[in-house]
């Protein structure tokens, strides 16, 4: 397993955001993790990343344990998150925000990654000397996903790429985060379009309240009476 996390529980002051969460995700897989406002999702990617501190449990990373490593130990290992609400640097050219996600790489290996995140995101390219702020929705999430692959991560962490998108956009979205899947980028996608989400995952999990409740296919938890119920509208 590429990350195998054990056991982990998560606080903010007394509030517990996880409780005894437990999962793993594969070398190469697209992992969906869905639930309701306030489960928790947001919290366990920042878990990951380490940004939050687990108060119990334990996060594995290829074998190694990086339960309290600091965060940037932890982007210089290949874990890179893509935040809720796209947080370019609206000022700042795209070029420039995508060379801020090379950061821990050399400069010949940028240029090699600036090419590489042009051909993906073509628009990008059209855009590049552009500020950021000047950019549609749509693809301000591009070029914060695009940024992100700068690092050229081994675990990809989506917080809600789809949110507050118009629905040809977040077609869009998921092409790409279907397309990175099928370039060999192991994703770990966090949802509240469920459908979607669940559609292009190999695995995914439900939370509800701190807990996973759910762990399947990405096929079967589609046809799942208590997702449908609860998350699909059906
Ligand atoms: N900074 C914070 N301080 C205090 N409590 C917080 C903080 N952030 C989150 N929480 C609480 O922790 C729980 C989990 O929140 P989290 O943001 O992880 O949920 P989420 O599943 O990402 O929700 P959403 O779908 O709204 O993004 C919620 O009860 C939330 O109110
Ligand atoms: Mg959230």
């Known amino acids: 397993m590429l990350l195998e996390i054990t056991g982990l529980s998560a606080h903010y002051g007394r509030i517990r955001a996880l409780d005894?969460?437990?999962?793993?995700?594969g070398e190469g897989e697209l992992v969906a993790l869905?639930?309701?406002?306030?489960?928790?999702?947001?919290?366990?990617?920042r878990?990951?990343?380490g940004i939050r501190p687990a108060s119990a449990g334990r996060v594995l990373f290829d074998g190694k344990d990086i339960t309290r490593m600091p965060p940037d130990r932890r982007v210089r290992r290949g874990i890179v998150q893509v935040p809720e609400g796209r947080q370019v640097?609206?000022?700042?050219?795209?070029?420039?925000?995508?060379?801020?996600?090379?950061?821990?790489?050399g400069a010949a290996e940028r240029r090699e990654a600036l090419a590489l995140q042009y051909e993906r995101f073509p628009a990008l390219a059209a855009s590049r000397n552009k500020p950021a702020g000047m950019l549609s929705g749509g693809q301000q999430q591009m070029l914060a996903v695009a940024?992100?692959?700068m690092g050229k991560p081994r675990l990809l962490l989506l917080d809600e790429p789809s949110l507050g998108l118009a629905p040809r956009l977040v077609d869009e979205v998921f092409d790409t985060v279907?397309?990175?899947?099928d370039a060999g980028v192991t994703v770990f996608i966090v949802e509240q379009n469920a459908f979607q989400a669940l559609s292009i995952a190999d695995r995914g999990y439900v939370m509800?309240?701190?807990?996973?409740?759910?762990?399947d296919t990405?096929?079967?938890?589609?046809?799942?009476?208590?997702?449908?119920?609860?998350?699909?509208?059906?």
């Open 34 to 45: 869905v639930g309701a406002n306030g489960a928790g999702k947001t919290t366990l990617l």
């Open 208 to 215: 509800e309240t701190g807990q996973v409740v759910l762990a």
């Open 20 to 25: 005894n969460v437990s999962i793993e995700i």
């Open 147 to 149: 940024r992100a692959l």
């Open 89 to 105: 640097f609206a000022p700042m050219r795209v070029e420039e925000n995508l060379l801020m996600g090379g950061y821990t790489r």
């Open 178 to 181: 279907t397309a990175l899947r």
């Open 47 to 49: 878990v990951i990343s």
């Open 218 to 234: 990405g096929k079967a938890l589609l046809t799942n009476e208590r997702v449908k119920a609860a998350y699909l509208g059906l």
